[in-house]
């Protein structure tokens, strides 16, 4: 190619999107909250406290029970009118591992609401590659009887590296198993 074709392509180049990453499907937590404590207005917004009664995760890599210790701290956020998840629980696995889980996030102007998900695993049980992905959620809340707020269901993704010509698959795959970390 003649350097004046590549000079001619190059604003093309810089210009163009880069390269997606990925979201693999990491699994579905089912929890169900008991009556809130209704904290109300305040200084941050309008603190909703729901306690996490009980529930299970079930995904291709692990599955567990989510044991009845924790809770949304939710928040009404009084400038954009929205809800603000900010949740703490654990999940215990089918092999006896105590996950810490850690989860955050605004609702979405369609009302969705969107969730970052952190976890925080010890590293003697083989759930140690747990510490190292990015994952992300979407929270439905599930309502009871009288349209009160029963439980929630979440569809938990998991960041992937992009997919890089000539380089093969993202890296994050290797991680899957649990061995690298
Ligand atoms: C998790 O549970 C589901 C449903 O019981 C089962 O089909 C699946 O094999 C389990 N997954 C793992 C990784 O054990």
């Not at 693999?24 to 729901?50: C, H, K």
């Not at 992905?133 to 009160?148: H, M, Q, R």
């Amino acid at each position: 190619m003649k350097l004046s074709t590549l000079l001619h392509l190059l604003p093309f180049a810089l210009a163009s999107t880069p390269p997606s990453p990925g979201l693999s499907y990491f699994g579905q937590a089912t929890i169900s909250v008991s009556a809130p404590f209704p904290i109300g207005p305040g200084p941050f917004g309008n603190r909703n406290i729901f306690p996490i009664a009980g529930g299970t995760f079930t995904g291709p890599l692990f599955n567990a029970t989510i044991p009845a210790f924790g809770g949304d701290w939710g928040l009404g956020d009084p400038n954009l009118g929205n809800f603000y998840i900010d949740a703490r629980y654990q999940l215990h696995t089918t092999n006896g591992a105590d996950i810490y889980v850690e989860a955050n996030g605004p609702q979405q102007p369609d009302g969705v609401l969107h969730t970052r998900v952190r976890f925080e695993a010890g590293t003697d049980k083989g759930y140690g590659w747990l510490n190292g992905i990015v994952s992300v959620g979407i929270v439905t809340p599930a309502l009871g009887e009288e349209g009160e707020v029963a439980g929630i269901e979440i569809e938990l993704w998991r960041l992937e590296s992009p997919v890089v010509e000539g380089k093969g698959e993202g890296k994050g795959k290797e991680t899957a198993g649990g061995d690298r970390w």
